[in-house]
């Protein structure tokens, strides 16, 4: 097999101990950076000379650095990859110039599926709070909405079946394997208006609820954002928040910044609740794969 003459990771990329000694016998030299670079001249500089190029979700790697760094030949995004408008490499740029881009899916999805029921079960029974309905109460019956029906919109939308809530979902199509499951396809309006607790499952930077949405959306609603980025418009969110609602979201990234972290009604975590033990032997295992499948191509 191949091997690579120098593997860079620009940033902390969430690999374990033994995936990092891995590391050592793909390329000649192997430098993990543990923090964040800072503008585009500190990723181009820790980049240098390096052939291979890992990096997470936090730091973008556009067109501009990619020109800058002649010997790259393969970007490992040790994070989701779902489409190239959503990614944080330029991956457009990298196939036109022949560097190869890949990605992991499917590795963090348990520990937020974890995290929503968590939170939901806790505002719902009033542990530590005046229960959201005025009294204690279960999920069983609730009317929950997931807005993308994708892995981990998918397994939410199973955990709260498990748990007896009534199941409608807004997709870009109808699933038959979701029919088969009883659950309800609706048009995003009308799925926002029925529904009692609404679970936003988008790709990063996918922008779907306006003020006409929050006005079907209503009061007395709870929303959950479970993506890497904020599923509205900001401005729509911050009147539709000043009603008898709340918003839970596990990352300030997930929330759209810091202006709302003090909100009264905005309960947000802080931390990536798809970071787990378990989801970093996941994401290591897909990452060392990927490299492994490059350099025997």
Not at 61 to 77: F, I, N
Not at 204 to 230: E, I
Not at 256 to 264: A, M, Q, S
């Amino acid at each position: 097999m191949k091997k690579f003459r120098k593997i860079v990771a620009i940033e902390p990329v969430g690999l374990e101990p033994w995936a990092v000694e891995r590391l050592h016998g793909m390329a000649d030299s192997v430098v993990m950076h543990d923090d964040i670079p800072h503008g585009a001249d500190e990723v181009v500089g820790r980049i240098g000379d390096a052939d291979g190029v890992l990096l997470s979700w936090t730091t973008n790697l556009t067109g501009d650095m990619l020109a800058r760094c002649k010997e790259v030949r393969y970007v490992g995004m040790c994070c989701s990859l779902y489409s190239p408008e959503s990614a944080n490499v330029d991956i457009r740029f990298a196939e036109a110039h022949g560097i190869t881009v890949t990605g992991i899916r499917d590795y963090g999805d348990e520990g937020v599926v974890e995290y929503v029921v968590s939170a939901l079960v806790r505002r719902l029974h009033g542990f530590g709070m005046e229960p959201w309905l005025g009294e204690p109460s279960e999920i069983t019956g609730l009317k929950v909405g997931v807005v993308g029906l994708g892995k981990s919109g998918g397994m939410i939308a199973d955990a709260m079946r498990f748990f007896g809530a009534d199941v409608a979902y807004f997709a870009r199509s109808e699933k038959p394997a979701a029919a088969a499951k009883g659950y309800k396809f609706m048009p995003l309006g009308d799925l926002l208006e029925w529904s009692d607790a609404v679970f936003c499952c988008l790709n990063k930077n996918t922008v779907l609820l306006g003020d006409a949405d929050f006005a079907r959306l209503g009061n007395h609603k709870l929303l959950f954002n479970t993506g890497l980025s904020p599923a509205w418009e900001e401005e729509a969110f911050a009147r539709w928040i000043e009603g008898d609602n709340a918003c839970y979201c596990d990352t300030v990234g997930a929330l759209g910044g810091t202006r709302f972290l003090d909100h009264p009604h905005v309960r947000c975590a802080g931390v990536s609740t798809g970071r787990t033990r378990q989801a970093s032997v996941r994401l290591s295992e897909k990452v060392l794969a990927n490299l492994e499948a490059f350099l025997r191509s």
